[in-house]
């Protein structure tokens, strides 16, 4: 139950930041300036970075592996591919992704060690 509500507080955060990022940044989708690159799914709105999907994958695996060190066969391999897939989708540029697995990876551990 502890796991869920830290996940929980953890999403929160993240949520805030991506909000708050998404804002301030505004860096246009690959498929609107790259040629040759189509979006293989309509995107949520018009910018790249940050791509929340991996934000969420990679700050929820590190809190998770805190708890349940044991899952990381599966969920290791899983937040990679969803970070693969913003690129491959065309939504993202890879160094969006790229900053995100170090921006969700602290936010992980900053809940780790602010919530003992």
Do not use: C, N, Q
Not at 10 to 17: D, E, F, I, K, S
Not at 57 to 65: Q, R
Not at 83 to 102: E, F, K, N, Q, T
């Amino acid at each position: 139950m502890y796991a869920g509500l830290h996940m929980l507080l953890t999403g929160g955060v993240v949520l805030a930041l991506y909000k708050m990022l998404k804002g301030t940044t505004r860096r246009e989708r690959p498929h609107h300036w790259a040629t040759g690159v189509t979006a293989a799914v309509a995107p949520l709105d018009r910018y790249s970075f940050p791509s929340g999907h991996t934000l969420h994958a990679v700050s929820f695996t590190v809190v998770a592996l805190h708890y349940y060190p044991r899952l990381a066969w599966i969920l290791v391999p899983f937040t990679l591919l969803v970070a693969s897939s913003r690129v491959i989708l065309g939504l993202h540029y890879p160094s969006d992704v790229l900053a995100v697995l170090g921006i969700g990876f602290a936010l992980g551990y900053a809940g780790i060690l602010l919530l003992p």
